[in-house]
T-cell receptor, first 114, second 111 residues
Framework: GAVVSQHPSWVICKSGTSVKIECRSL??????MFWYRQFPKQSLMLMATSNEGSKATYEQGVEKDKFLINHASLTLSTLTVTSAHPEDSSFYIC??????????FGSGTRLTVV | GENVEQHPSTLSVQEGDSAVIKCTYSDSASNYFPWYKQELGKRPQLIIDIRSNVGEKKDQRIAVTLNKTAKHFSLHITETQPEDSAVYFCAASILLNDMRFGAGTRLTVKP
């Protein structure tokens, strides 16, 4: 149980375009979703925390107008990278809090901006 | 906010030896400390976790110890095998809120 499905697993986009990443909780209600970014050979850095029906809370240094997070339902949270640039190329991964258990991660999205 | 430090950044051991990875945290309110194993391009996999009301937890070849006073926790892997080679991350959170990760340790187990 407690599975988060993340799509797409990889995406290549042109500089200046936007990319949407989806995370769906399949068998539980994800009231809170955490979004992380991981550059090669580095750790997972928390970008933002989203609660269903509320505005996301962004970490210091993360541009909220560039990384749009929507958590409109208990089973779906999305991250949109707007006007992507090569420096946004990274591994993006979501994580949902599961009451009484801990956290469950999506499978991650490898974004390459060319 | 919480700051998690992890050492060493790389660790190479001979198959069958033990491996120890150490982490410290800054926020005394943190009460959940998971350890993750991550293979290249994959999601982190939880291997063991410990809560602040417990000092030690063991699961077969893996154990975690927690010293709340000193604010540090450690991962111990005994009888290491080549398939244990991966990047390991420690993390800390308060009441399952935003989780902060350590910088990671690349473990190599040489056959």
């Amino acid at each position: 149980g407690a599975v988060v499905s993340q799509h797409p697993s990889w995406v290549i986009c042109k500089s200046g375009t936007s990319v949407k990443i989806e995370c769906r909780s399949l068998d539980f209600q994800a009231t809170t979703m955490f979004w992380y970014r991981q550059f090669p050979k580095q750790s997972l850095m928390l970008m933002a925390t989203s609660n269903e029906g509320s505005k996301a809370t962004y970490e210091q240094g993360v541009e909220k107008d560039k990384f749009l997070i929507n958590h409109a339902s208990l089973t779906l949270s999305t991250l949109t990278v707007t006007s992507a640039h090569p420096e946004d190329s990274s591994f993006y991964i979501c994580s949902a809090r599961v009451q009484g258990y801990g956290y469950t991660f999506g499978s991650g999205t490898r974004l390459t901006v060319v | 906010g919480e700051n998690v430090e992890q050492h060493p950044s790389t660790l190479s051991v001979q198959e069958g030896d033990s491996a120890v990875i150490k982490c410290t945290y800054s926020d005394s309110a943190s009460n959940y400390f998971p350890w993750y194993k991550q293979e290249l391009g994959k999601r982190p996999q939880l291997i063991i976790d410990i809560r602040s009301n417990v000092g030690e937890k063991k699961d077969q070849r893996i154990a975690v110890t927690l010293n709340k006073t000193a604010k540090h926790f450690s991962l111990h892997i005994t009888e290491t095998q080549p398939e244990d080679s991966a990047v390991y991350f420690c993390a800390a959170s308060i009441l399952l809120n935003d989780m902060r990760f350590g910088a990671g340790t690349r473990l190599t187990v040489k056959p």
